[in-house]
């Protein structure tokens, strides 16, 4: 049975996420990479420094 880990999840909702905003708010296909792929990063990397910066407050 598939059982994600914290991160695999982080990221499998970020690709999931990323490809609907992409496709629901530009109109051409370039933009739509484009776009998604701005938010994956956006996405993966915010969860990243947060994670970090909970880290450091809880020790």
Do not use: E, K, N
Not at 1 to 13: G, N
Not at 29 to 39: N, S, T
């Amino acid at each position: 049975m598939f059982s994600p880990t914290h991160f695999t999840a982080l990221v499998l909702f970020a690709l999931f996420a990323s490809v609907v905003f992409g496709i629901t708010q530009r109109d051409t296909p370039q933009r739509m990479v484009r776009y998604g792929a701005y938010c994956f990063a956006l996405f993966v990397g915010s969860a990243v420094l947060l994670s970090w910066l909970m880290y450091l407050i809880a020790r």
